[in-house]
């Protein structure tokens, strides 16, 4: 055994296989005990899709626990990968192969209910692929939903908090939570980030921790039932509004307001990203490639500058205007055409 940890509702381990050499990864997982709609562990070895986890054996250890072995990637998940600020065009890649997957999935009527950064991992060529099946149900032919998992509160969408559903829409939902931190959208883990002012007042006069964090879960449940979680105005100004609607659209408080299916989801950013300008930032620096050139945001003391690269130069570009980052960054996309 290489490594182990608790995770929220099982235990996970790293090895390596003896005779291959092979590194894998053990995930024992609490399955709940209703067979009609937990998804046979052998099941979940059957799944083939470039973009979901390969699983090398699965199987019940008794009646509290399955498991599943997979890959291991040195690369690590999504969660550590994003931090490097990845940039417009890799974010919608990395979406779309997740979409890939959650179709091949949802062709097979299950659902994953847990899509965040921590579960999709990054194999060795870059590739996205949906990994930690601990919470994936199979909705019963005839019906349309589930009922809501209690893993994640962060992620989950309004209607498991409202009605303790969750359908297909539910994981388009959390993978337009997912897109927003792609493209760099503040997301916070704490649960205090959460809180307005007078909810921490009421907070930090609470002399239990337990009542602590049900205190703040319930604010935090408010807030996802109103769909106040993702603050636009936090994405860099280089994420262009055409985005930002798909992002609206895939998480709307209303199921039947966004895209019917992760194809369909797919599908629009496909669309969307041949009008994408691929920014990202270079050593803290926003640089973009447009049309063969290259232009960089730099923050100056008389306010924000457009430089282009001329002969391997950084050279001051006086022909973009704007009063904000953003219209400057919106003249620079305009240039491509």
């Known amino acids: ?6 995770v929220w509702n099982g235990y996970l381990f790293f090895g390596r296989n003896r005779v291959s050499g092979v590194r894998v990864a053990i995930k024992f997982y609490y399955w709940g005990g209703d067979k009609t709609l937990h998804v046979e562990p052998q099941a979940l070895s059957e799944i083939r899709s470039p973009n979901v986890i390969e699983i090398y054996d699965a199987g019940y250890a008794d009646i509290s626990y399955a498991y599943f072995v997979t890959p291991y990637y040195d690369a690590g998940d ?14 919608l890649d990395l979406t779309c192969q997740l979409l890939n997957g959650l179709t091949h999935l949802h062709q097979q009527r299950l659902l994953h209910r847990d899509l965040k950064p921590e579960n999709i991992y990054i194999k060795d060529d870059g590739v996205a ?16 939903a589930v009922p809501g998992s209690k893993h994640s509160m962060l ?15 539910g994981d388009v ?58 603050d636009y105005a936090s994405l860099p100004a280089w994420v ?5 609607r798909i992002i609206r659209k895939a998480c709307h408080t209303d199921p039947e307001s966004r895209f019917s299916t992760a194809s369909e989801f797919r599908l629009k950013l496909h669309d969307a990203r041949r009008n994408v300008a691929d920014w990202k930032v270079i050593d803290a620096v926003p640089t973009c ?29 006086n022909n973009f205007v704007g009063e904000s980052d953003q ?11």
Not at 1 to 6: D, E, K, Q, R
Not at 240 to 244: H, M, R, S, T
């Open 78 to 91: 999504a969660d550590e990968y994003l931090k490097r600020n990845v940039g417009n065009l890799a974010a």
């Open 289 to 317: 490639n447009v049309g063969g050139r290259s232009f960089r945001l730099i923050t100056s003391p008389q306010g924000s500058i457009v430089e282009k690269r001329v002969g391997g130069n950084w050279r001051r570009a």
């Open 173 to 230: 939902y959390q993978t337009g939570v997912f897109l927003y931190q792609a493209l760099g959208g503040f997301l916070p883990y704490e649960e205090i980030a959460w809180l307005t002012v007078s909810e921490l007042k009421h907070y930090e006069g609470l002399h239990s921790p337990g009542d602590q964090t049900m205190f703040a879960d319930q604010c935090l449940r408010t807030k996802i039932s109103k769909g106040r979680i993702l």
């Open 1 to 6: 055994m290489l490594g182990f940890h608790t």
């Open 327 to 337: 219209e400057l960054c919106r003249a620079i996309d305009a240039s491509q055409g």
């Open 155 to 169: 992620y989950r969408p309004p209607e498991s908090i409202d009605s303790n559903q969750y359908g297909f829409t």
């Open 240 to 244: 262009p509004e055409n985005l930002k």
């Open 129 to 144: 692929v949906i990994g930690d099946f601990g919470s994936i149900k199979k909705i019963p032919e005839g019906n349309s």
